[in-house]
């Protein structure tokens, strides 16, 4: 390790809590443009991560650098708690208008995901005067108490709590769950849901919200069958249950629509944004009907502020006028076929899978078992690094390769990074990535 990066990540070890930190590698960012990110010592890398889905229009995007120097220089804060500014109700309206549903809307706005999913969980009995909420088998929703609650990734299933909050199993063509084809995995986890959850510990009529991401993200990469939504939507019609649609990862573009959703053609009830939406600042949106954001109390001082509104309004208008959709769609279609060329050479890749740019590659040890080959996604990972790309991996076995690029990034690039990709593939199978350097980077 370089002594500059060496010496920060000392430091790192000293003074920041392991609580907040999932570590591949040992990367200290200095600055960051584009798709590509310094680090102190002048390496450059290419970015297949996006900060976990974060900066779907680039780093340092001019028109978002622009508008949020205009707002600095208005002031560095402008609340939403007690006062009111501009951007907050025009990013209202543009969020509105964004999301389908012919039905009285309004916008919530927070600073994470978590808090997010949070309100969410926290007003619906008030909205709806049922108790139970409905998620799913390695869905992420975050880390605060009832976001913690609803989620059932491996990572954070040991904490006490969430006896209201139903975990059914989510449909994955790869590991279908009742170990049926992987067409019918979304038939069968529905019908487990209603014929078998619904009669027993969770009678529907007590059921407020569904809450589902409509490509599970942490959990895997996990693209379902095409009937997976519509059937939860007609589930949720029958029983009048909200379905909520949790789009803060793969929401904003990545997937080819704005909202992963929308390759579904359902019309959710409750839309939750995050992430991308600010660009990397703390900004998040629920966007659901006036009965249930109106109902109770849920705020952060910092809440709606006019500079994460004004980074969410050059979010979207960066993703219109640089028709960023349309790029996710060939640039990711590109990137899919890349992916599936490596997989026809490596035997450790046992699936490819993902919409647009977000494309998950799983790894097994064997195509028949499908035994997962964590020890090396966490090695191909370190290498890639080593080589100058940076990608996570993910997934309830921590054995899926997440490739998250920027919207912005090209053809050109997506080759590159494919290449340093096959390298690291090829040096792992080889034996040349050694258990002990990867230990300290225990990821998840
Ligand atoms: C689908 C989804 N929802 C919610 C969250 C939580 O967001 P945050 O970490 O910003 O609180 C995440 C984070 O990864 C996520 O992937």
Redesign the pocket.
């Known amino acids: 390790m370089p002594a500059k990066v060496a010496s920060i990540f000392e430091k790192d070890k000293r003074l920041i809590a392991d609580a907040t930190k999932i570590r591949f590698f040992p990367l200290v960012v200095d600055r960051a443009d584009g798709t590509r990110i310094t680090d102190v010592e002048g390496k450059q890398y290419l970015d297949f991560t996006s900060a976990?889905?974060l900066a779907n229009t680039g780093y340092s995007n001019s028109r978002m650098r622009a508008a949020l120097i205009e707002q600095l220089n208005k002031s560095t804060f402008t609340g939403l708690v007690s006062g009111l500014h501009e951007p907050a109700v025009e990013l209202a309206q543009r969020l509105i208008d964004l999301t389908p549903g012919d039905f009285e809307k309004k916008v919530w706005f927070g600073l994470?995901?978590?808090?997010?999913?949070e309100t969410v969980g926290r007003l619906l009995p008030a909205a709806t005067g049922k108790r139970r909420i409905v998620s799913f088998i390695g869905?992420?929703?975050?880390?605060?108490g009832t976001?913690l609650n609803m989620s059932a990734h491996i990572a954070m299933t040991s904490d006490i709590g969430g006896g209201n909050i139903v975990k059914v199993p989510y449909p994955h063509p790869y590991r279908p769950p009742f170990g049926e084809a992987p067409i019918e995995c979304a038939e069968k986890a529905i019908r487990f849901l209603s014929d078998y959850i619904f009669k027993t510990i969770c009678p529907p009529d007590d059921v407020a919200a569904i809450i589902v991401?409509a490509v599970q993200?942490?959990g895997g990469d996990i693209v379902p069958p095409p009937d997976f939504l519509p059937m939860l939507e007609a589930l949720c019609r029958k029983h009048n249950i909200y379905l909520v649609l949790?789009?803060?990862?793969?929401g904003m573009g990545r997937t080819g629509e704005m909202f992963a959703f929308q390759h579904a053609d359902v019309v959710p009830d409750v839309v939750?944004l995050?992430?991308s939406l600010g660009g990397g600042l703390p900004l998040?949106a629920v966007v659901g009907p006036r009965k249930l954001v109106d109902s109770g109390f849920s705020l952060f001082t910092a809440t709606g502020n006019a500079l994460c509104c004004t980074a969410g309004l050059a979010t979207i208008n960066t993703i219109e006028q640089d028709h960023l959709i349309g790029k996710a769609r060939t640039v990711g279609d590109y990137l899919h076929t890349k992916l599936q060329t490596l997989r026809t050479d490596h035997r450790l890749i046992g699936d490819v899978r993902g919409l647009g740019m977000f494309q998950g590659v799983e790894l097994v040890k064997d195509h028949t078992s499908k035994e997962p080959a964590a020890i090396e996604a966490a090695k191909v990972v370190y290498r890639a690094f080593e080589l100058g790309l940076l990608v996570f991996y993910v997934g309830m076995f921590s054995n899926v390769l997440e490739i998250t690029p920027p919207l912005i990034m090209t053809e050109a690039e997506v080759d590159e990074g494919i290449d340093i990709l096959d390298q690291a593939l090829h040096d792992v199978a080889a034996g040349r990535v050694s258990d002990e350097l990867i230990a300290p980077f225990a990821g998840w």
Do not use: F, Q, R
């Open positions: 976990w889905a994470s995901g978590s808090d997010a999913n869905g992420y929703h975050g880390t605060t976001s991401e993200s942490d949790d789009e803060v990862k793969v939750v995050g992430k998040s």
